[in-house]
């Protein structure tokens, strides 16, 4: 139904900021009404499982957190554009990882990822 491609991935020093974009685009033969559902964004960091990092509900006005970026990243998005954004600050060597942004249908459908490495 959706097709998510994610964006902004890059290697950064310690304490350094990236800003990570993620556009939906409707599969063929289908309509993914962008504004109707809540995004997240999911990580993987290096051998480890897939985790939360952060969601918005389907007008923004809520948001939710991973205790672990509490306070140093904000999602956000743009319906006009069928974008969500994911705006990192004050990185730590932990949030190395794969970045994913996810839409809630099919059970959950990812894009295929944007790599950030935080150099310490």
């Known amino acids: 139904q959706v097709q998510l491609v994610e964006s902004g991935g890059d290697l950064v020093e310690f304490g350094g900021s990236l800003r990570l974009a993620c556009t939906a685009f409707?599969?063929?033969?289908?309509?993914?009404?962008?504004?109707?559902?809540?995004m997240s964004w999911y990580r993987q960091p290096p051998g480890k499982e897939r985790e939360f990092v952060a969601a918005?509900?389907?007008?923004?006005?809520?948001?939710n957190y991973a205790d672990s970026v509490q306070g140093r990243f904000t999602i956000s998005r743009d319906n006009g554009k069928k974008m969500v954004y994911l705006q990192m600050n004050n990185l730590k060597a932990d949030d190395t990882a794969m970045y994913y942004c996810?839409?809630?249908?099919?059970?959950?459908?990812y894009g295929q990822g944007t790599k950030v490495i935080v150099s310490s």
């Open positions: 996810m839409a809630p249908t099919g059970g959950g459908a």
């Open positions: 409707s599969c063929p033969g289908s309509i993914f009404t962008f504004d109707k559902y809540g």
């Open positions: 918005i509900t389907a007008a923004g006005g809520t948001t």
